[in-house]
């Protein structure tokens, strides 16, 4: 029993089970990222039509695949399914803790004595890398402590250069195994070669600080300059009374989830631009390489406002949808 974290390419881990984040639902074409990657070291076509068999994930579930290709590193792919960050208050947390027990508790079904995970969510899901860190290791650690009388070791593969440096600080032996410019030249690949445009995009539709407003200051400025009642607003984008509670009360103190920032911007029937900033001064953004987001942003270009119209497009792709107060 025992954890080891290396600086590597999951796909070049020799254990009987290596851990994907996978998309919810399943893909038709060889994704992005990571899972990717995987799908390309297993064998596309094959593994595709294994997702296939196994339908639509759910967020924090796992399930089962065999290897393909990969046999000779490993026995099985654990598919589960990360949630995409909105500010924390939509159970990312909880649904990225489920994501390392269900796999674990799977891979101990499958008589598994070795497993490795990647440090799940922190790519274009846009979990905080010390959050999704921190949420890894101390599963993972959980996981062993509580069954002493398994015999299983786990590696944490790390990836990017800034998740390393801060794992680095708390375990300072970690071994490196691969470098920067191949670190590069794998996400390329992994992007179809269109790193560098997603980089460019990302930037393009996310702005680059904020104004020096706070949110609650630039929200009031766009009700006043659009003649609209935050009562009215509020109803629109179905926002519960407790966080309008929270919003009259704490005023400039107030900080929002990035679901409720979207809310109010649909609910002001706001620009990309307008809504941009909005989320700019609560220090979030809607970033294209996220399917979340570009399903927000896609909405918003076609004026789909209301939030029975998002939440429709939302589940049609399997995505979580704007939570609605109970009654409204």
């Not at 999951?10 to 399943?26: F, L």
């Not at 596309?44 to 393909?68: M, Y």
């Not at 509580?146 to 786990?154: A, L």
């Not at 987001?293 to 909405?299: E, H, M």
Request: hydrophobic residues 35%; glycine residues 6%; proline residues 3%.
């Amino acid at each position: 029993m025992s954890l080891k974290i290396v600086r590597d390419d999951i796909t070049n881990i020799k254990v009987d089970a290596i851990v994907n984040s996978a998309n919810h639902t399943q893909p038709t074409k060889k994704p992005d990222g990571t899972d990717g990657a995987i799908h390309e070291a297993a064998g596309v076509e094959d593994l595709l039509k294994a997702r296939k068999a196994i339908g639509t994930i759910e967020f924090g579930d796992a399930k089962e695949t065999e290897a393909f290709n990969l046999s000779k590193n490993a026995r099985y792919i654990i598919h589960t399914v990360a949630p995409i960050w909105q500010g924390g208050n939509n159970h990312e947390i909880e649904t990225l803790r489920s994501c390392y027990q269900k796999s674990l508790a799977l891979a101990l079904k499958l008589n598994c004595s070795s497993i490795a995970f990647s440090v799940m969510g922190s790519g274009i899901n846009n979990i905080p890398k010390k959050e999704a860190l921190n949420i890894a290791v101390s599963e993972i650690i959980n996981f062993l402590f509580g069954h002493e009388e398994v015999n299983m070791d786990v590696t944490l593969v790390l990836f990017d250069k800034e998740t390393f440096e801060l794992c680095k600080k708390v375990f300072p032996n970690i071994k490196e195994r691969i470098e920067d410019r191949l670190v590069e030249q794998i996400a390329n690949v992994e992007y179809d070669g269109n790193l560098s445009n997603r980089r460019k995009q990302q930037r393009l539709i996310a702005p680059a600080k904020p104004l020096g407003k706070t949110f609650m200051e630039y929200l009031d400025r766009l009700l006043k300059s659009k003649n609209l009642d935050f009562d009215d607003v509020r109803i629109e984008a179905r926002v519960s009374d407790k966080i309008c509670s929270d919003m009259r009360n704490k005023q400039n103190d107030y900080h929002p989830g990035k679901e409720t920032a979207i809310k109010l911007a649909l609910g002001m029937h706001l620009t990309l631009d307008e809504t941009q900033t909005l989320l700019n001064t609560a220090y979030y953004a809607l970033h294209a390489n996220s399917e979340y987001d570009s399903t927000i942003i896609g909405c918003i270009l076609k004026e789909k406002y209301k939030i029975s119209e998002v939440n429709r497009e939302l589940r049609s792709k399997g995505l979580q949808l704007l939570p609605i107060p109970k009654g409204k």
